[in-house]
């Protein structure tokens, strides 16, 4: 289980983003630990200085995915998109779970988890590719990215841990961990949320990164759809897609 005094080796220390982060170290079902600077989570990049780029490419960075929808990224442009050393994808993933989009149009019985599962639901043909991009992806680090960090990311996250083989609990720890090393990211969208006219309760509900509401897609992917391989399956991911996820971690 992942230790959370052990956040700033997680972490990637970066000027323009605050959240990008390792998904290694893990210990696994199979006695392992997943591997580092193979695959990371991250925020928005739009932001990074010339030196980010450089540590991001140090670490071994070879594949950007992009999770942003176009309003997003013409808005906020990737520094990754025609970069010479680095393969750019860009997949749209369930664009309500953008923060302000959901600012936009959730009610204040508005719950985060609800919505990660009717990602989980709805939206396959964009997980099934932003999964098979990443197996596919020729040697070197993968990053994936939305704007926090948290939404978007973090179900992509879930799905290669629990198919690497990490167990629930510490799946929803990582999920959790944009609370505790991502304030200044949080603490921005929070104020244009507020700026913008978005209630307090709202704005607190839809950047929370409550353990409760990654244990309920969890939940989901297990009863609904049977588990993590049969969940994988359904979305044309069959053993051979499935072992390369996990190689890419385990």
Known sequence: MFAPENAHERLIA??????????????????????????????????????????????????VIDLRNAHEIAAEANPFAGHAEVR????????????????ANAVLSFDMGDRYCQAIDDCQPAIAEVLKSIADAPDG??????????????????????NAGVDEMTIIEDYALTATISGPLIATLRDRALGRGTSPELVDIVLASEPRS?????????YRHG????????????????????????
Not at 53 to 61: A, F, P, Q, S, V
Not at 88 to 103: G, R
Not at 214 to 222: E, K, P, T, V, Y
């Open 88 to 103: 750019y994808h860009n997949t749209p993933l369930f664009s309500a779970l953008a923060p302000v989009e959901m600012m």
């Open 214 to 222: 990654m244990r309920q897609a969890l939940d989901h992917i297990r």
């Open 14 to 63: 970066l000027e323009g983003a605050h959240n990008v982060r390792d998904l290694g170290g893990y210990q696994t079902a199979h006695g392992g630990l997943t591997r580092w600077r193979s695959i990371l989570r991250g925020d928005a990049l739009h932001r990074l200085s010339e030196a980010d780029i450089e540590t991001l490419l140090d670490n071994g960075l070879a594949t």
């Open 227 to 250: 588990g993590i391989e049969a969940y994988l399956s359904s979305l044309g991911l069959d053993e051979t897609a499935r072992e390369r996820l996990r190689y890419r971690l385990a």
């Open 141 to 162: 680090a993968v990053l994936f990215h939305c704007s926090a960090g948290k939404d978007r990311t973090g179900v992509i996250s879930a799905l290669l841990l629990a």
